[in-house]
Each structure stands twice: as C-alpha cells, then as structure tokens.
C-alpha cells in the first residue's frame, strides 16, 4: 500500500501533547533532549505542561510542536513504516524534511527556532490577523479580496471549503465581514500573532533566507511536497528555495494532498497531535483513508 506521512503545523498544540510517546518509547524521548539542547528551552515542560500562555507563544510553539512530530515519526520509522510520500502543513514542513533525510534534527530544531523568532518579530513590526474563512469557494473569497483596500491576501487554502485571509488590520477584517456577508458558514479570527503566509512576512523571510543559504540541504530519501509548488520534489535545491518562499507564499494543501492521489497514495497518516489535517484531508479526497496517531497507542493500531 503506498502511503502519504503528514505534518500538521501552528494550530494543533495543545497541552499534553508528545507526553504519552515520551513515556513510552526511547525514541522520542532523544528528540526531546536533542531538541532541548539544540534550542536550549524547556520544550518538554511547554509540551507537556504549559502553561498554555506560554506554549501559544509563536516562538515556543514551533520548535515544541516540531519535538512532537518528530518523535511520533521516530517511532513510526523505528517500526519500519515506508512512506512514498511526505509533507507538512506550514510549520509541518520543516518535520517533513527531517523525515527526509533533507536537514538533519539539529538543523531542523535551529531552524524551526529562528522561524518562530522572525515571525514572532515580524507579527509586531507589522501587525495583522488572520481568519478562517469556512463554506464560501475560494474564487468567490478571491473576488472580495481584490476589492479590499489594503494588503490582505488569500494565505491558506486548506479545503474545498475552508481558506485562510492573511493581512493588514483593518483591511483584512474588512474582509471577513464581507465574507460573512457573502455566505460564509463561519469566519473565525484565529490566535495568532501575525499575517503569516503573505507579503507582511517580507522582511522575516529575507532574514530567513539567509538562514537557510548556511544549511546544507541534502536529497530527499522520500519525496517531500512543499506547501509553496504542491509538486513532489527530491532535489535539494528545488526544496531549499520552496522554504524561501514559504513564509511569504499561500499554503497551498488542497493542491499538495490531490498531487499526492494522483500518484497513487491509497493512505494518509497524520503524524502529530490533535486532528486537524485529517478533517481536511477528508474533505479534499474523501475517497482515501486518513488515520491520525500521536501516542503509542494509536501508533501500535496503525501498524
């Protein structure tokens, strides 16, 4: 059965999460330490136990969330699960090209750190919100964003019928109502401490790039689908310049997870906490299976 290993990214922490993997398997317990030594935070304690104010902070949720992928793919990978494909939503990606043999764990946990420290910067140099956008179709979505004054862009496209709005305040609330107005199921502000994924993010990704120039990027031993083209890709330097462009670029998942079924993915296993990718991967090919594991448990029933 050839099958797709997914990362879910910023909106799937919660505290506890990682926890019962830790416990139970050595595995995770060295991403964890490697994790805290690389960083030098307590990214079990934020994990594990919070406080949730604490774990919601931008540049301490991602380098714990991506400890909390990481181990779940380790054991995964101790147990000899073979996927043909692997992605990430957003942050996930990062996760994604560790599986991949692309960075190694100690870059990955620098990386993952200095993102979350442009981005927390950015989001205060330049603020903006984001909003889920549920039940109205992204063409319609589109059309009231160009009649937005402002800088507010189309950051996510998650589902059929779920997208992201990325900007300036208050252009980007503007924006909401409208699509309120229009006939969307549910606009939701979401808490974050930025417009990710669109061009407020500039001068952020700039820095990261630069970041990136000092990391030797290696070839995929798994083809990885970035969120930035949606096309598979083992070619270090084709991976390399799609994380330049991720922090500004829309994620573009629908396309991501349909390049994955039309090369013949028959599962998908979401490697991580919460549900959050499953949901939408069920509504973009709810043809193909999707299981979600994070503890042992539901590892042990996958296999």
């Known amino acids: 059965m050839r099958l797709a290993v ?28 490697i994790g805290e030594e690389v960083t030098g ?12 104010e604490a774990l919601q902070r931008t540049e301490n949720l991602q380098p714990a969330l991506t400890a909390v992928n990481l181990a779940v793919w380790a054991v995964l990978e101790a147990e000899g699960l073979h996927p043909a494909f692997l992605a990430g939503h957003s942050l996930g990606e990062f996760s994604a090209l560790c599986a ?6 100690e870059e990955t946990f620098q990386l993952v750190k200095r993102r979350g ?11 903006g919100a984001m909003y889920a956008v549920i039940g109205l179709e992204r063409s319609r979505l589109e059309e009231i964003l160009s009649r ?37 199921r549910r606009v939701v502000r979401l808490p974050v401490s930025g417009a990710f994924h669109c061009p407020l993010m500039e001068p952020a990704a700039r820095e990261f790039a630069k970041d990136l120039q000092k990391v030797t990027f290696r070839p ?10 949606a096309a598979p890709a083992t070619d270090p330097e084709v991976l390399r310049r799609a994380l330049e462009r991720q922090m500004l670029s829309a994620v573009r998942w629908v396309e991501s997870v349909e390049a994955m079924v039309q090369a013949g993915v028959e599962l998908f296993v979401e490697a991580g906490p919460k549900k959050v990718l499953s949901g939408l991967m069920r509504r973009i090919a709810p043809q193909i299976p999707v299981i979600s594991v994070e503890s042992l448990e539901e590892i042990q029933a996958l296999l």
């Open 148 to 184: 937005i004054s402002g800088r507010v862009y189309l950051a996510n496209h998650n589902s059929p019928e779920q997208s992201v709005i990325s900007g300036e305040e208050p252009g980007v609330h503007q924006a909401a109502q409208e699509a309120r107005a229009a006939g969307a």
């Open 41 to 52: 935070l307590p990214l079990r304690d934020w994990a594990f136990s919070g406080p949730e």
């Open 220 to 229: 995929a031993r798994i083809p990885v689908v970035p969120n930035a083209t």
């Open 6 to 33: 997914v990362f879910p990214g910023q909106g799937s922490q919660y505290v506890g999460m990682g926890k019962n993997l830790y416990e139970a398997r050595s595995e995770a317990r060295k991403i964890f330490e």
């Open 100 to 105: 991949a043999g692309v960075l190694t764990l």
């Open 117 to 127: 420290e442009l981005m927390s910067r950015a989001g205060e140099i330049a603020p």
